[in-house]
Every structure is written in C-alpha cells, then in structure tokens.
C-alpha cells in the first residue's frame, strides 16, 4: 500500500513537470497580482465551485483506512467555501490571466455554465470528468465568441497546475490541528 502511494505521488509530480514544461507560456508569474487580479480570481473560484475540486481531490486520494479519509472530509467541510477561495486566490492568479479569469467567471454564471459545472462534479466516477450538457444554438454561438474560445484554451493549458494547487491546499488541511 505504501509503495502504490509513492508511485502515486510521484506520477503527480512527474505529470506537474510535465504540465510545467509542456505549456510554458502558462507558467507562474513571478509577479505578485493586483487587487483587481485577486479579485477577478476569487470571482473565477467561486463560480468553478473550486470547494467541490477540493472534495474531488480529497477523495481520489488515497488514504490508508476509510477513518482518515473521513476526518480528512470532516476538516474540508469545516472550511466556508469563501476561504477555499480566497486561499487559492493567490496561486490561481499566477496562472490565471486576469481576462481569462473574468470570460470564464462570465461563461460559468451563464445557465449553460452552471450546467456545465454541475455535470463536472455531479457526473459521478470516471475518468475523464463528466460529459458537457447540450447546448441550445444561441448557447453553442456564444461558446463561439473569440474571448472565451481564448479563455477556455488558457483555462485549460492550466488544469493539472490548479489541480496541483487545490491538492497542495488539500495536504494544508490535512495536516491542520
């Protein structure tokens, strides 16, 4: 059981190298972000339901026995979803251009968005996330628009480093008394 978790530990962290070498012009800002940055992240957060990410994290884990797997689930719970937010507001917000934060913060407070948020975490186990809801044609015309075809790109080049940070969140509260 130990060895399958270091193999698993160390294919997420060979998978972040990857993703780190793959997509360049994704890689942290050294730079530390505006207010308005912050801001336009914390609002990206919320409408993504990154909490949900953090449960969904939390449970392809792998925890020694189903007892820590609980209170690891118990401290999440503890924690208002604003917090989750504004602790990985910082992290995202390097990865995050500042318009891409706000087309998608826009595209997921759409119906079609939240449609689109409520399959991912509510698809149940799978592989490769849930399938997308059907989109009208005035919905399928929008998704069309140039600056969100852009943001979804960038969102996407930057999945495995969010998943990254949510997981580094996840160990900090795992660890937390």
Same mark, same amino acid.
Request: aromatic share 4%.
């Given at each position: +059981?130990?060895? +399958?978790?270091?193999?698993?530990? =160390?294919? %997420?962290? $060979?998978?972040?190298?990857?993703?780190?070498? /793959?997509?360049? =012009?994704?890689?942290?800002? $050294?730079?530390?972000?505006? &207010?308005?940055?912050?801001?336009?992240?914390?609002?990206?957060?919320?409408?993504?339901?990154?909490?949900? +990410?953090? #449960?969904?994290? =939390?449970? /392809?884990?792998?925890?020694?026995?189903?007892?820590?797997? #609980?209170?690891?689930?118990?401290?999440?719970?503890?924690?208002?979803?604003?917090?989750?937010? =504004?602790?990985?507001?910082?992290?995202?917000?390097? %990865?995050?251009?500042?318009?891409?934060?706000?087309?998608?913060?826009?595209?997921?407070?759409?119906?079609?968005?939240?449609?689109? &948020?409520?399959?991912?975490? #509510?698809?149940?186990?799978? +592989?490769?996330?849930?399938?997308?809801? $059907?989109?009208?044609?005035?919905?399928?015309?929008?998704?069309?628009?140039?600056?969100?075809?852009?943001?979804?790109?960038?969102?996407?080049?930057?999945?495995?480093? &969010?998943?990254?940070?949510?997981?580094?969140?996840?160990?900090?509260?795992?660890?937390?008394?």
């Amino acid at each position: +059981m130990r060895s +399958m978790k270091a193999l698993t530990l =160390a294919t %997420l962290l $060979a998978a972040g190298s990857f993703a780190h070498a /793959a997509a360049p =012009a994704a890689r942290p800002s $050294a730079a530390a972000p505006s &207010i308005k940055h912050l801001k336009a992240t914390m609002d990206l957060l919320a409408a993504m339901q990154i909490e949900k +990410m953090l #449960n969904s994290v =939390a449970g /392809a884990s792998g925890y020694s026995t189903p007892a820590q797997r #609980n209170a690891v689930y118990a401290k999440i719970a503890k924690i208002p979803p604003a917090q989750v937010h =504004a602790r990985l507001s910082t992290p995202i917000a390097k %990865l995050v251009s500042i318009e891409t934060a706000q087309e998608m913060t826009k595209f997921y407070t759409t119906p079609y968005g939240k449609k689109v &948020i409520h399959s991912t975490y #509510n698809s149940g186990p799978s +592989m490769g996330g849930g399938q997308a809801p $059907a989109a009208s044609p005035a919905e399928l015309k929008d998704m069309k628009r140039p600056e969100l075809v852009k943001a979804q790109k960038d969102l996407a080049a930057v999945d495995d480093m &969010i998943r990254h940070e949510v997981f580094l969140l996840l160990q900090a509260i795992s660890k937390a008394k």
